[in-house]
């Protein structure tokens, strides 16, 4: 079980705001790009799950991950997440070749096939987008400010994965507080708002 607070930032100017400020603080930034599958009959889907290939700094590292029973509640997210690293190259065949998904030797790709009764060539590609992540080591807290690019428009985020998600939350809120930050409680996933085709209002 994957545990995080999102909070929701307006706008760049607040995306920022937030990366200057915790800038002392920075480890890293990754640039991602999130490649999504289903099965032809909607199998995943249909059972709430989600399949993802993601793709890290071009083709340095991917991981394919299935998550499922998702649940956002007053910016805290909850769902089931399996993930392992596989060949960058492989993914990409498998991106403009998603029958190629069912013959990967891969723990994820089994479950799907096993517990959730996608056949061996019938994974279908549902598009993706783009992720530029900053990692910050902040108060005990690894903080990832996110700016995600979708072809309907472009989200800013702050996600904090925690087992006391209520005490980062409160950390978090007060740190936006205190230098005047607009925000909000995410309300849904980046990818439902990619499947959603527009911007949370």
């Not at 399949?51 to 394919?64: A, E, H, P, Q, T």
């Not at 069912?102 to 279908?124: H, M, N, W």
């Amino acid at each position: 079980m994957e545990i995080e607070v999102k909070l929701r930032l307006p706008n760049s100017a607040s995306h920022n705001k937030v990366f200057s400020i915790l800038s002392p603080f920075h480890l890293r930034t990754h640039r991602q790009y999130n490649t999504f599958f289903d099965g032809s009959s909607k199998e995943l889907s249909s059972q709430r799950a989600i399949l993802r290939l993601r793709f890290y700094d071009g083709d340095s590292k991917c991981v394919v991950c299935l998550k499922g029973k998702a649940v956002i509640v007053d910016g805290v997210s909850r769902v089931e997440e399996d993930e392992e690293e596989i060949d960058p190259l492989i993914g990409r065949e498998c991106v403009e070749d998603p029958s190629k998904l069912g013959s990967i030797d891969s723990r994820i790709l089994r479950r799907a096939k096993d517990e959730f009764g996608v056949s061996d060539v019938g994974f279908v590609c549902l598009g993706g987008f783009h992720n530029v992540r900053q990692v910050f080591e902040w108060n005990g807290l690894v903080l990832e400010l996110d700016e995600t690019s979708y072809e309907f428009g472009t989200c800013y985020e702050i996600e904090c994965e925690s087992l006391e998600p209520e005490k980062a939350k409160k950390m978090i809120e007060d740190l936006l507080k205190e230098n005047g930050i607009d925000y909000s409680y995410s309300e849904v996933s980046k990818f439902a708002i990619f499947r959603s085709g527009k911007l949370p209002v």
